[in-house]
């Protein structure tokens, strides 16, 4: 059998690895964000890291963000950055000092998984047992008492018009700052487990789910 020669070859492309050796914390890394200065902030099982590209730093070995698992890292439009925690709650760093918030405080769960930002400045955190708002002050709780899909979330999404999109184990839940719309394998879902939203350039919501894709 003689096969046509296509003339196309693999592309090569340099890849580089970066793990404990050149100074993470930990080799598991659940988050990687880019601040407005440029620095990455990677989340690993062992703490967070900030890379420069050049070097990996990190914080004081007592601080909370230093020696336990980080899920999620975000920064907001005050270019504060927060830092949610397994078991630790969520920490905000305005680049000088640390504040940490965790049940004592309002947080429906030490486990954080998820944070955003709306168009008002509230940051919206998701944890294994609801959602919590954050208006600079105090946080407001949102379960499934008050119409949330399910309580175990994984992630959050703001859309271009201002609705919050929270995925969860259970189902997908819409919120425009006074109800919630909910979504399930019944309106069209390939699975009830969705793990993250996106919006493309046209608008359209795309939703991964355990079973594929679903766009909206």
């Known amino acids: 059998i003689t096969l046509p020669f296509s003339g196309i070859f693999a592309q090569r492309y340099n890849l580089s690895i970066f793990n404990i ?3 993470l914390p930990g080799n598991q890394i659940n ?3 880019q601040d407005k200065a440029g620095r990455l902030w990677i989340g690993t099982m062992n703490g967070v890291a900030i890379y420069d590209g050049l070097n990996f730093t990190g914080f004081d070995k007592n601080n909370p963000v230093t020696n336990n698992p980080v899920k999620t890292i975000f920064q907001d439009s005050k270019g504060n950055i ?3 925690m397994i078991r630790k709650g969520i920490c905000k760093y305005n680049g000088t000092s640390f504040e940490f918030f965790n049940a004592t405080n309002g947080l429906l769960s030490d486990n954080v998984n998820a944070i955003t930002e709306d168009d008002n400045g509230n940051v919206w955190i998701g944890t294994a047992e609801g959602l919590n708002r ?3 002050k105090i946080f407001h709780s949102y379960t499934t008492s008050r119409g ?4 175990n979330i994984f992630s959050l999404f703001s859309d271009s018009k201002g609705k919050l999109w929270i995925s969860t184990i259970g189902g997908l839940s819409r919120f425009d700052g006074r109800n919630f719309e909910n979504f399930t394998t019944d309106d069209g879902l390939t699975s009830n487990i969705t793990y993250s939203v996106s919006e493309d350039q046209s608008g ?3 939703i991964a789910t355990y079973l594929g894709i679903t766009t909206y």
């Not at 949330?148 to 309580?151: H, Q």
């Open 21 to 23: 050796s050149n100074g």
């Open 31 to 33: 988050d990687i964000i």
């Open 82 to 84: 927060w830092i949610g």
């Open 134 to 136: 954050y208006d600079g």
């Open 148 to 151: 949330l899909i399910n309580d």
């Open 204 to 206: 359209k919501i795309w």
